[in-house]
């Protein structure tokens, strides 16, 4: 269960993502990879990114949708799918294309983010059924779909979700810088638990990260493997490529 979200402004943009776990699972090993070619939001026990940005200024962000189906096997995550597209596109448009054929065998339900300095796009996708949404601006999802709803799963995770969501939206509307995401993403509410897009419930955020692009300026916020607050995030800068 997560958070995710894209904010266009005139000289920059924001790609984020709030990662929440089961309170059960206590081992976290969330960290950000810097390379040449990309930085990226990962966690140690899955191979794969769950929020990047390449060398070109693509961007993904992908958070789990509110259907989840069972194989047999171990349910196939889409994690090294955005690795893989982040390594083999350089546009939106490229790999918004790039990612509905890879899709089909992935054991489980998503939301994804796709965005570069010209283009937005939302998909949402259970195996080889996918929506995709152009946007000019800003979009943000959390764990249900808003076009393909006939899939959502009805309960208390499903209205949950919706309620982050309007919080989410509502929220992002005064934030003009990437420190104002601070306070968005470390949001909680004790009187309307289910609004806060920092949860600490049946599932916790455990780690965040914002990247902001500006031109070729990339800087990435970041808090690990905690629950984010507004004054304990980290920052490492890092420049598109050619």
């Not at 990226?40 to 189906?69: C, Q």
């Not at 300095?117 to 152009?134: G, N």
């Amino acid at each position: 269960m997560c958070s995710i979200g894209l904010l266009k402004h005139e000289d920059h943009w924001l790609l984020f993502k709030n990662r929440d776990r089961a309170v059960e699972e206590k081992n976290r090993t969330n960290y950000i990879e810097i390379t040449d070619d990309a930085i990226l939001f990962k966690d140690k026990k899955m191979p794969g990114a769950l929020l990047g940005i390449n060398k070109h200024g693509l961007g993904i962000a992908t958070a789990w949708s509110s259907v989840i189906s069972t194989p047999r096997n171990k349910p196939k995550e889409n994690f090294e799918i955005i690795e893989r597209i982040l390594k083999e596109t350089k546009t939106a448009a490229q790999a918004k294309d790039a990612y509905p054929p890879y899709a089909q065998d992935i054991g489980r339900s998503y939301n994804l983010i796709i965005a570069d300095q010209k283009r937005a796009y939302e998909i949402e996708q259970i195996r080889s059924i996918v929506h995709i949404a152009q946007h000019k601006a800003n979009v943000m999802k959390t764990n249900h779909f808003e076009h393909l709803k006939v899939y959502n799963l009805e309960g208390p995770r499903y209205d949950d979700s919706k309620s982050r969501l309007r919080k989410l939206k509502e929220l992002v509307h005064n934030v003009k810088k990437p420190e104002d995401l601070f306070h968005v993403l470390s949001y909680h509410s004790e009187l309307n638990k289910s609004e806060s897009i920092c949860r600490r419930s049946e599932y916790e955020t455990v780690a965040s990260a914002i990247i902001s692009i500006k031109g070729s300026d990339v800087t990435v916020y970041y808090a690990l493997n905690e629950e984010p607050t507004t004054n304990n995030f980290k920052i490492k800068k890092w420049k598109l490529g050619s």
